[in-house]
């Protein structure tokens, strides 16, 4: 260890210096978000059992959706339901968890893969507003109306802590009944995290 370590006063002082600036550095990355820290490895919990409509749904395995990497992304996990198999335009419901190594690499996430920017290319999206009140430390909500006839999407895109979680609805259903839906899911994924 004392091969390392400058022999000058100067060089001391430096060194010393240069790990002071690191420490605060390290600090003020994590120091803003570091209240909103939720249980680690339990994104999984954070899914919803069932879409909340009284229609039945078929749900399909959970699986890793191996999407766009993210930077500071550790595990993601997606539960997806259809109302019709034959005919997947009868209407859609996907839940996404994400965590990340800390609430701070998942509020950079938030902010840079919102659904908004990721689904631009499919048609006209734009932010809408919602009556749900979730705790979550960040939210937003946006409507994709499609270029290619398939219904409007509905997305929630919400963070608790190092959570990243997004809900979409698509497909033939109101516009009313798909808000209702989402509203209602947010406020079940919301109970899920009081629960962790």
């Known amino acids: 260890m004392k091969r390392f ?6 060089g001391r002082a430096l060194a010393v210096g240069l790990g002071m600036i690191i420490l605060i550095g390290v600090s003020l990355w994590n120091l803003p978000l570091a209240t909103q820290w939720q249980p680690r490895g339990r994104g999984a919990e954070l899914l919803l059992q069932a879409p909340p409509t009284a229609v039945p749904w078929e749900r399909k395995p959970d699986k890793d959706p191996g999407a766009p990497y993210m930077r500071g992304l550790k595990s993601r996990v ?4 259809q109302q019709d198999n034959s005919d997947p335009l009868t209407g859609t419901f996907i839940q996404t968890v994400m965590e990340f190594d800390s609430p701070t690499w998942a509020w ?3 902010r840079d893969g919102s659904p908004e920017k990721r689904y631009a290319q499919y048609g006209e999206i ?30 929630s895109w919400l963070r608790y802590g190092q959570y990243l979680v997004e809900i979409e609805i698509a497909g ?8 209702r839906m989402l509203e209602q899911s947010v406020t079940e994924t919301d109970e899920s995290v009081r629960r962790l």
């Open 172 to 179: 033939r259903i109101s516009a009313e009944t798909s808000s």
């Open 108 to 110: 950079l996430a938030f």
């Open 126 to 155: 734009g932010q809408i507003r919602s009556d749900a009140n979730p705790e979550a430390d960040d939210q937003r909500y946006f409507c994709l109306r499609s270029d290619d006839g398939g219904g409007d999407r509905r997305y």
């Open 78 to 81: 997606e539960r997806l339901f």
């Open 5 to 10: 370590m400058p022999k000058s006063r100067l």
